[in-house]
């Protein structure tokens, strides 16, 4: 949004508030040219009011967090598919462009050293409910590329690596946030597993400007693109890592996985991007260190703590 706003673009945001929370957007409510609606993207009426006079859309609602999705498979599946076929519809019917937000949960466990678009994807069961997050965007990717087809949409897809940042909640699932609040509140680091798995995190300030930016190039329609960070590092080092950046006092507790989630939970060891399509078409090329990322994720934390600290203060006080 801020980027956006900030390159003079008017936006409006449609979020019916099940995970996000109205104060992330502190910093743009209240600017000239930002709308908020508060609604679902299932319902059609709400999407029509807040697509009707854009030129591009971004469609980045979705049910996220793998706890989220191991919990409530059947909200994820609505949410996912059916939504998704809203917006599309509603986009088509405007007259405007379409990006769609999709996720390298979709390679499933493919652990190839460098995951590239046209990468197999191997999904397990389809009744294990981690599975029907990755079937889903699948089916979302297949749909706007069938629009963009038969109906001529112009969507473009983007494929989001474990994208972190400021601002993002861990009670979803979302390692970094999570780790970091341990580590911030003096708990034990609960690393899942071994701590052997890999992932490659990218930041959301590299990754907002790229997407932007694709949803700009005529030549993206109908295509997909990986968006991720360029550094694999374990979960358990990543653990570490944070201990010793933050000073934190806090030790590392192994949890196995049947603990960790409800049933229906399988990890991937490994997911690793070829960003190479998305810096040949808009020269993506993530700068932001995980180091850096940690700290302005810790910042932001330590930041909202104080603002909490300071509300409870002054309620006191009347
Ligand atoms: N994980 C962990 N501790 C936590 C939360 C997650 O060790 O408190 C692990 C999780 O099992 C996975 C990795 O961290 O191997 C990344 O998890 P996340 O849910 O952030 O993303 P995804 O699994 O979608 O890559």
Redo the contacts with the bound molecule.
């Keep these: 949004m801020e980027h956006l706003l900030s390159a003079g673009d008017e936006v409006t945001v449609i979020d019916n508030l099940s995970t996000g929370r109205l104060e992330n957007l502190r910093d743009v409510i209240g600017h000239r040219n930002f709308r908020f609606i508060e609604g679902d993207i299932l319902d059609k009426a709400a999407v029509d009011k807040a697509v009707a006079g854009a030129n591009r859309v971004f469609h980045l609602a979705a049910a996220v967090?793998?706890?989220l999705i191991v919990e409530h498979p059947l909200e994820s599946l609505r949410t996912n598919i059916h939504g998704t076929e809203v917006v599309l519809d509603s986009v088509l019917a405007n007259g405007a462009s379409l990006l769609l937000a999709s996720?390298?949960?979709i390679y499933g466990k493919n652990t190839a050293d460098s995951l590239n678009e046209d990468a197999d994807r191997i999904l397990g069961s389809a009744l294990k409910s981690r599975w029907t997050y990755a079937a889903a965007k699948g089916i979302d990717e297949a749909f706007a590329h069938a629009y963009w087809r038969e109906f001529g949409l112009e969507v473009a897809i983007v494929r989001l690596?474990?994208t972190?940042g400021p601002r993002q909640t861990?009670r979803?699932?979302?390692?970094?946030p999570?780790?970091i609040r341990?580590a911030l509140a003096g708990e034990p680091?609960?690393?899942?597993?071994d701590?052997r798995?890999t992932?490659c995190f990218s930041y959301v300030g590299d990754i907002v400007p790229a997407i932007t930016r694709i949803s700009e190039v005529p030549s993206a329609y109908g295509q997909a693109f990986n968006l991720g960070g360029s550094y694999e590092i374990s979960?358990?080092t990543?653990?570490e890592r944070i201990i010793e950046l933050l000073g934190s006092e806090s030790d590392i507790r192994f949890?196995p996985?049947e603990e960790?989630?409800a049933e229906g939970?399988e990890?991937?060891?490994r997911?690793v991007p070829d960003n190479g399509k998305a810096r040949q078409l808009v020269g993506f090329d993530p700068k932001t260190t995980l180091d850096q990322i940690i700290r302005n994720v810790a910042a932001d934390q330590r930041s909202e703590t104080q603002a909490g600290g300071r509300l409870k203060v002054s309620m006191a006080g009347n």
């Design positions: 967090g793998v706890n996720t390298s949960e690596f474990n972190v861990g979803y699932g979302m390692v970094v999570r780790l341990q680091l609960t690393v899942y597993g701590g798995q992932r979960i358990l990543l653990a949890v996985y960790a989630y939970y990890d991937m060891r997911r």
